[in-house]
């Protein structure tokens, strides 16, 4: 048997095989538990079935419900995917996307939002650019400066409907817990989140803006000194949910009872937001809906053909018993 013609049956060749040929092929392919290379059907000028995704933080259930999603997708489409944890560190993610290209993967997806750090755009721009010219396909799933298609949750409105949920409830004094500042995810929610204050005339106090990183244990630690420094207000507003754990952690210590003395909201609505004490008030990002269209949104673009999907995903206020009106107890939280 040739060796051709074992080549023609690993890809599944449009030569004429004959059917005997091809079941002999086939069984010494299971006795030997054979598995085709899929780099070197890459560079042979095939797909190699691999998909680079770039999260900022594998622990975090943010990115992990995304993957699911694009797993859902991918893993049907005969695609593996690989999960390339960043930690936000701009360095980190160009090698990662160097590596990706260097192994002929099909595609990226980049869940989080872009690193807004000198350098770091234009240069992950040039390799973005070669990954195309080769014949992948890059997609972007959160805000990003890159010029690539993209498809991204719509939490303006969801903060918008957050802010009308606060502002019904009584409450006029905020605090905000931020992402990173190079992080555009965590710029624009906070600009969307001023600008909603503002329709109802509302300036937040800034002193009462402070990053929490968007991690548990910094968010806690920021909700601490906002206390201890006197700062006043009756709401805080964390841009992830993850902040807002720490935020109700870090409130339980300091005796302040949620809601009656502090309300507290996030983003995202991670599955563990509902089994919280008191469970929490936050703007649900449909993530593994986002992760199927990405991974839906590349493979249209690898096979060439239209996909007709919105740029933007809907997200909705859930509101939960981590919020309540001013004034329902002591005035403590009102700091």
Partial sequence: MSIGTVSRVLNNSDHPVHPATRERVLAAIRALDFEPNALARGLSGRRTQILGVVVHDITDDYFNEIVRGIDEVARPAGYLVLVLSSYRDPELELDYVRRMRSQHADGIIFVGGGLQVPGHVDRLRRQVEAIEAEGGAVVMLAPNDLPWPSIVPDTDAGIAELVEHLVGLGHRSFAMLTGPDHLKTSVERAAAFRSALARHGIA??????????????????????????????????????????????AARRLGLRVPRD????????????????????????????????????VLSRLEERPFEAPTALACELVVRGSTGRVGRGSRKGER
């Fill in 262 to 297: 502090l309300s507290v909201t996030g983003i995202d609505d991670l599955p563990v937001t509902e089994l919280l004490d008191p469970p929490l008030t936050t703007v649900r990002v449909p993530m593994r809906e986002l992760g199927r269209r990405g991974m839906e949104l």
């Fill in 204 to 249: 937040l106090d800034p002193r009462a803006v402070v990053s929490g990183g968007f991690e548990r244990l910094q968010a806690a630690e920021a909700l601490e000194r906002l206390v201890e420094q006197g700062v006043r207000f009756t709401a805080v507003v964390c841009l992830n949910d993850q902040m807002a754990v720490g935020c109700l952690q």
